[in-house]
């Protein structure tokens, strides 16, 4: 018998949903709201999909996981990596359920890829997931092929004009859904997850707009079916994030330039920005072509490496390039976070970003350096200095021709702390919830109502506890090698525009 069940909603908060709740648009969640115990979640910082939902899975922060974006750049060896499901020096929650005697079913967590062996089944997610070897056992691959399970979308969206790719979208997630219902029930387990990444994709490119809005019904109608199909089970929505609109774009490099932190070398590569020319461009019209392979196969890497990523100019590995490292003191990834070159500006660095303002409105609402952020063995990997974006900002880690700030571009909504949760269903649904919910707490809480013992290594507490002592253990010790993700993985980020 399934005891509990997680839908992960990507990119989902209470202050994106208010107004289809109350317009009936969303009859599901709103009668579990009533029926269970709901609050905001906060996420790790930075609030973005790698690596809150490894955060989730693990009850810890980034310090003690190694991992703290879609990429991670060693300004010593002068090299940029992209993580897998093995970057993270961790055992997840399923590891304690499995040493407990109960079979778990995870689908379509991010940054699971390779998947993990486990004792039920595991069918990895995206974005950063390959179309083959995505399933434990591998036999289940054979049966969601003769589906045409598809991990991503055939097209990916990346604009906010691409309405007949958002609408392949939404059947995704519906294909998604009933897979998960399927597996539930043709191959039951104790526990199971769905996470629901690319409705986070709608949000990023339409905000609120009608085929958001359609995604969520979507999700919603699947909610409810599976309640009424399992109304024993403990049933949680929770996300790694929220999500709201943007008014202005940060373009971090741009500034750190602009302000003596960071040198950057021109060559002829620049000839291609000046006429338009990027790989964005190319990869949509060969997509639309039905050529894609084909040119990148044919394409020369040095012409691939020439050519910038899209109208914001360099990114991934092509930025190190275009970086004069002797010069430099600072170097900016997408999202808050800054690594320094010449640690000893670090406090100068602080000050700087904490006075940063556009319009009379500041960029950031916090800023930290890497020790106030994290705590852990792998906090001497992070960046130097982290910032909270303040609502309505993108930060940009791009190198190119950029303003220091820009109105909204191709993103019309950008991630936030403050994610959501509910349980239903439990045996404490009064109980009130931490005023300061974190989503590491989530592990903890999960393993907590189905009386498994928590590792003592987590840093999130159990809530919802029904007064019950909460009982501990020693860690399941976590040993991989540190793995990255290849091109095409990379790739697909820079699509999505994750990767900047």
Same mark, same amino acid.
């Given at each position: 018998?399934?005891?509990?069940?997680?839908?992960?909603?990507?990119?989902?908060?209470?202050?994106?949903?208010?107004?289809?709740?109350?317009?009936?648009?969303?009859?599901?969640?709103?009668?579990?709201?009533?029926?269970? /115990?709901?609050?905001?979640?906060?996420?790790?910082?930075?609030?973005?999909?790698?690596?809150?939902?490894?955060?989730?899975?693990?009850?810890?922060?980034?310090?003690?996981?190694?991992?703290?974006?879609?990429?991670?750049?060693?300004?010593?060896?002068?090299?940029?990596?992209?993580?897998?499901?093995?970057?993270?020096?961790?055992?997840?929650? !399923?590891?304690?359920?499995?040493?407990?005697?109960?079979?778990?079913?995870?689908?379509?967590?991010?940054?699971? &890829?390779?998947?993990?062996?486990?004792?039920?089944?595991?069918?990895?997610?995206?974005?950063?997931?390959?179309?083959?070897?995505?399933?434990?056992?591998?036999?289940?691959?054979?049966?969601?092929?003769?589906?045409?399970?598809?991990?991503?979308?055939?097209?990916?969206?990346?604009?906010?004009?691409?309405?007949?790719?958002?609408?392949?979208?939404?059947?995704?997630?519906?294909?998604?859904?009933?897979?998960?219902?399927?597996?539930?029930?043709?191959?039951?387990?104790?526990?199971? +997850?769905?996470?629901?990444?690319?409705?986070?994709?709608?949000?990023?490119?339409? !905000?609120?707009?009608?085929?958001?809005?359609?995604?969520?019904?979507?999700?919603?109608?699947?909610?409810?079916?599976?309640?009424?199909?399992?109304?024993?089970?403990?049933?949680?929505?929770?996300?790694?994030?929220?999500? /709201?609109?943007?008014?202005?774009?940060?373009?971090?490099?741009?500034?750190?330039?602009?302000?003596?932190?960071?040198? /950057?070398? /021109?060559?002829?590569?620049?000839?291609?920005?000046?006429?338009?020319?990027?790989?964005?461009?190319?990869?949509?019209?060969?997509?639309?072509?039905?050529?894609?392979?084909?040119?990148?196969?044919?394409?020369?890497?040095?012409?691939?490496?020439?050519?910038?990523?899209?109208?914001?100019?360099?990114? @991934?590995?092509?930025?190190?390039?275009?970086?004069?490292?002797? @010069?430099?003191?600072?170097?900016?990834?997408?999202?808050?976070?800054?690594?320094?070159?010449?640690?000893?500006?670090?406090?100068?660095?602080?000050?700087?970003?904490?006075?940063?303002?556009?319009?009379?409105?500041?960029?950031?609402?916090?800023? &930290?350096?890497?020790?106030?952020?994290?705590?852990?063995?792998?906090?001497?990997?992070?960046?130097?200095?982290?910032?909270?974006?303040?609502?309505?900002?993108?930060?940009?880690?791009?190198?190119?021709?950029?303003?220091?700030?820009?109105?909204?571009?191709?993103?019309?909504?950008?991630?936030?702390?403050?994610?959501?949760?509910?349980?239903?269903?439990?045996?404490?649904?009064?109980?009130?919830?931490?005023?300061?919910?974190?989503?590491?707490?989530?592990?903890?809480?999960?393993? +907590?109502?189905?009386?498994?013992?928590?590792?003592?290594?987590?840093?999130?507490?159990?809530?919802?506890?029904?007064?019950?002592?909460?009982?501990?253990?020693?860690?399941?010790?976590?040993?991989?090698?540190?793995?990255?993700?290849?091109?095409?993985?990379?790739?697909?980020?820079?699509?999505?525009?994750?990767?900047?």
């Amino acid at each position: 018998m399934t005891e509990t069940i997680v839908l992960g909603l990507d990119g989902a908060n209470w202050d994106l949903l208010e107004p289809w709740l109350e317009s009936g648009d969303l009859p599901n969640i709103q009668t579990l709201r009533e029926a269970g /115990t709901w609050s905001d979640m906060e996420s790790c910082p930075p609030p973005v999909t790698c690596p809150n939902w490894r955060c989730y899975s693990t009850g810890k922060n980034p310090g003690k996981l190694g991992v703290f974006w879609w990429e991670k750049i060693d300004t010593e060896e002068r090299t940029l990596t992209t993580p897998t499901s093995r970057s993270f020096k961790s055992s997840n929650y !399923w590891d304690y359920l499995n040493d407990a005697g109960k079979t778990v079913g995870i689908m379509n967590l991010p940054m699971s &890829y390779p998947p993990f062996e486990v004792d039920g089944w595991m069918v990895a997610g995206g974005p950063g997931s390959e179309q083959d070897d995505y399933t434990y056992p591998s036999t289940l691959e054979d049966e969601l092929e003769e589906r045409d399970y598809r991990l991503h979308p055939k097209v990916p969206v990346t604009s906010n004009e691409d309405r007949e790719a958002a609408s392949a979208i939404i059947d995704l997630i519906n294909d998604r859904f009933n897979t998960f219902r399927e597996f539930l029930s043709d191959h039951p387990v104790d526990v199971a +997850h769905l996470t629901v990444f690319y409705i986070n994709v709608l949000q990023h490119f339409f !905000w609120r707009d009608d085929v958001t809005k359609r995604g969520w019904q979507v999700i919603d109608e699947h909610i409810g079916e599976i309640r009424d199909a399992y109304p024993d089970a403990t049933l949680y929505l929770m996300s790694d994030h929220g999500c /709201t609109d943007v008014d202005t774009v940060f373009h971090a490099n741009s500034w750190l330039e602009r302000e003596g932190y960071l040198v /950057t070398e /021109t060559g002829a590569s620049e000839t291609f920005s000046k006429f338009g020319i990027n790989k964005k461009r190319v990869s949509q019209l060969a997509h639309r072509l039905g050529v894609h392979g084909l040119i990148t196969s044919l394409t020369p890497e040095s012409v691939k490496d020439a050519v910038p990523e899209d109208e914001e100019g360099f990114k @991934r590995e092509q930025k190190l390039d275009k970086v004069d490292w002797e @010069r430099s003191d600072a170097i900016a990834s997408g999202q808050g976070l800054i690594y320094l070159i010449d640690d000893s500006r670090t406090e100068e660095l602080v000050r700087d970003l904490e006075g940063l303002e556009r319009g009379g409105r500041s960029i950031a609402s916090a800023v &930290y350096t890497r020790e106030e952020a994290y705590e852990g063995e792998f906090v001497y990997e992070a960046p130097n200095v982290i910032f909270d974006q303040r609502e309505g900002v993108h930060t940009s880690g791009a190198i190119g021709d950029n303003p220091v700030f820009s109105n909204a571009g191709k993103w019309k909504a950008e991630n936030v702390r403050t994610g959501l949760f509910l349980a239903a269903g439990t045996d404490a649904a009064d109980e009130p919830l931490d005023d300061e919910l974190s989503i590491t707490d989530v592990a903890p809480t999960l393993l +907590h109502q189905l009386g498994v013992a928590v590792p003592t290594d987590m840093d999130g507490e159990p809530q919802l506890t029904g007064g019950r002592s909460v009982a501990s253990r020693e860690p399941i010790p976590f040993a991989s090698i540190d793995e990255s993700a290849d091109d095409e993985v990379a790739a697909r980020l820079e699509d999505l525009g994750y990767l900047e």
